[in-house]
Each structure stands twice: as C-alpha cells, then as structure tokens.
C-alpha cells in the first residue's frame, strides 16, 4: 500500500461549537466595543463643536452699524417722559445737553462678566475708543466732572450713553476726566444680562 501523497488535499475534523461561556465573552466584548466607539464619537463632537466661547469675545477694530452716543444730560425727570426726553430702560426720562460726540468705530468693544467684588452685578459693554474718540470723551467727561465739582447733585455731572434714542445708562463723572480711551457700560442687572450685552454688542457691530 503506497504512502499518502504529501500534495494532496488535507482534511481537519470541524471546530467544536463555542461554549455558551465563550459565546458569551464575545458578546460582552463587542458590547464593551460599542460604548468605547461611542464614547469616542462623542468626545470627538465635543473637541470639535465646543470652539472655548465663554461669550466675552470681542469685535477687535470695527466700524459700527449703529452709533452710540455719548451726551451730557441737562434734566433728568419721572416717567410719562415730556417730548424732547428719552427714557432709560427703567424708565427714568432725560433731557439731553448740547455737548455729545457719536462714536461710529472702535479699538475693541465686549461683553465682561460681572464683578460683585466691585459693586457690578450685571454684565458689562467694554468700549476701547479710538484715539480720536479717547481725546473727544476726555473733553466730555471733563466738563461732567466740573459740573459735579460745583454741583454734586447737579444732572450735568452725568453722561448719558444712548442707542437707538434709548438711554442705556447715565454715569456721573465724579474724578475727574477720564482720558484713558476705556468705557465700561453697566446697568441693571435684571437688563445687563450675558445675552442682553452679547446681543447689543451684536447689534452695534452688525
């Protein structure tokens, strides 16, 4: 009887079936595969859709769609306002002096989260003026700080910042001019909420 030819097909008894302990290995693992695929896919989403915002991003230089001026306030009344009067969002009605400048551009304008350390709890419109602008301001701020000086309860010591004939706040200049280009902007902190200074800043800029 010959020997069996080495080339030859070679034939190997089937695989046992899988215990139910192997099966049931296999299917925690592709279980336990599943989550971490997911829980990549998220972590991915994440990295890609979170881009760092906290909401105090600002304009840089930007020509503004909407002008805010900035006006020494001459009368300050209760509401129902008298003509020629603008209300301020709680209400309050003033009557603007002749000395104002409008700012069209800035060095940079956002929003800043509060500080109650210092007395601001509602969120705040930072404006960086142009040097051209910084110089008018000082001017403006100048005489609502000689005003105080000679008058503390004087309504010309205050500045009235308007947008869109609406006062958003009336500051009193009380040390003197502020020459140093910087604005901060505030108000009630039921109105100067983040979405509040977010979309007037927004608004301002286009």
Same mark, same amino acid.
């Given at each position: 009887?010959? %020997?069996?030819?080495? !080339? !030859?097909?070679?034939?190997?008894?089937?695989?046992?079936?899988?215990? *139910?302990?192997?099966?049931?290995?296999? /299917?925690?693992?592709?279980?336990? =595969?599943?989550?971490?695929?997911?829980?990549?896919?998220?972590?991915?989403?994440?990295?890609?859709? +979170?881009?760092?915002?906290?909401?105090?991003?600002?304009?840089?230089?930007?020509?503004?769609?909407?002008?805010? *001026?900035?006006?020494?306030?001459?009368?300050?009344? %209760?509401?129902?306002?008298?003509?020629?009067?603008?209300?301020?969002?709680? !209400? #309050?009605?003033?009557?603007?002096?002749?000395?104002?400048?409008?700012?069209?551009?800035?060095?940079?304008?956002? $929003?800043? =989260?509060?500080?109650?350390?210092?007395?601001?709890?509602?969120?705040?419109?930072?404006?960086?003026?142009?040097?051209?602008?910084?110089? #008018?301001?000082?001017?403006?701020?100048?005489?609502?700080?000689?005003?105080?000086?000679?008058?503390? @309860?004087?309504?010309?010591?205050?500045?009235?910042?308007? /947008?869109? @004939?609406? /006062?958003?706040? =009336?500051?009193?200049?009380?040390?003197? $001019?502020?020459?140093?280009?910087? /604005?901060?902007? +505030? !108000?009630?902190?039921?109105?100067?909420?983040?979405?509040?200074?977010?979309?007037?800043?927004?608004?301002?800029?286009?």
């Amino acid at each position: 009887m010959g %020997q069996p030819n080495p !080339g !030859g097909p070679q034939y190997y008894p089937p695989p046992p079936p899988p215990s *139910r302990r192997n099966v049931g290995l296999i /299917v925690g693992l592709a279980a336990a =595969a599943l989550v971490v695929v997911t829980i990549l896919a998220v972590a991915v989403f994440l990295i890609v859709d +979170n881009d760092g915002s906290d909401g105090t991003e600002g304009t840089g230089s930007a020509q503004l769609k909407r002008p805010v *001026r900035f006006q020494i306030v001459s009368e300050i009344g %209760q509401p129902p306002c008298q003509a020629g009067m603008l209300a301020d969002l709680e !209400g #309050k009605c003033y009557r603007l002096g002749s000395q104002l400048m409008d700012v069209t551009q800035v060095k940079d304008m956002r $929003p800043e =989260a509060p500080k109650p350390e210092q007395g601001q709890t509602g969120w705040t419109l930072q404006i960086s003026f142009t040097a051209a602008d910084a110089a #008018k301001f000082a001017e403006i701020s100048r005489t609502a700080s000689q005003n105080y000086q000679q008058n503390p @309860g004087s309504p010309g010591s205050q500045i009235a910042i308007v /947008v869109d @004939g609406r /006062v958003l706040s =009336a500051p009193q200049v009380v040390s003197g $001019p502020i020459a140093g280009g910087e /604005v901060s902007i +505030n !108000g009630p902190s039921t109105t100067f909420t983040q979405k509040y200074v977010r979309d007037l800043v927004d608004r301002l800029s286009g």
